[in-house]
């Protein structure tokens, strides 16, 4: 199968896992229009027309979004490992999805005020940690193997580079 085929398939399948998540959230009503909405965003029919990393996100994203919905409401392990292994998969393919990582504070504050018990928490904590590092072990491995190149680089950018990119504040040309 060539780059095209595979991404229609994952346009395709992202409107069915958000379809999913808003039926979670609001029932058969809200899952159509989400699946509806989906299917027409410029920015998802956009991402469907190129097969680059960028594209890949979006799958991953809507599948992390699932597994969050899922466990919250089932409470099963596998759910936040889907979760988990959306967001290393994300990450491993833009480095963009790393605002992802926002789900596992959120799920632990959530999972940790209803549930007490350290050995739950522990468990959770632990599948989110090998979900995560499934993905990103390849990313680390190199990482390592160069002496932290990429890591610093991202560093660099968080601390400086960022503010040397001049924007004008005039719209003359």
């Known amino acids: 199968m060539g780059p095209w085929v595979?991404?229609?398939?994952f346009s395709i399948l992202f409107v069915i896992v958000m379809g999913l998540c808003g039926k979670l959230l609001g029932g058969n009503r809200l899952g159509l229009i989400t699946a509806l909405l989906t299917a027409i965003s410029p920015?998802?029919?956009g991402l469907s027309t190129y097969a680059t990393q960028h594209a890949m996100v979006e799958i991953f994203s809507g599948l992390t979004l699932l597994g969050f919905l899922v466990f919250l409401k089932t409470k099963k392990l596998i759910f936040a490992f889907l979760m988990a292994v959306s967001i290393g998969a994300a990450i491993s393919y833009h480095y963009q999805a790393i605002n992802l990582m926002l789900f596992y504070p959120v799920l632990l504050g959530l999972h940790f005020w209803k549930n007490r018990k350290i050995k739950d928490n522990l468990k959770l904590i632990s599948v989110l940690v090998?979900?995560?590092f499934i993905f990103l072990l390849p990313l680390l491995l190199w990482d390592v193997s160069r002496g932290f190149a990429n890591t610093l680089h991202l560093i660099g950018?968080?601390?400086v580079g960022q503010y040397q990119i001049y924007v004008p504040?005039?719209?003359r040309i």
Do not use: D, E, T
Not at 6 to 9: G, I, N, R, Y
């Open 6 to 9: 595979v991404m229609l398939m």
């Open 43 to 45: 920015a998802a029919v």
């Open 130 to 132: 090998l979900g995560s």
């Open 157 to 159: 950018y968080f601390k």
């Open 169 to 171: 504040n005039s719209w």
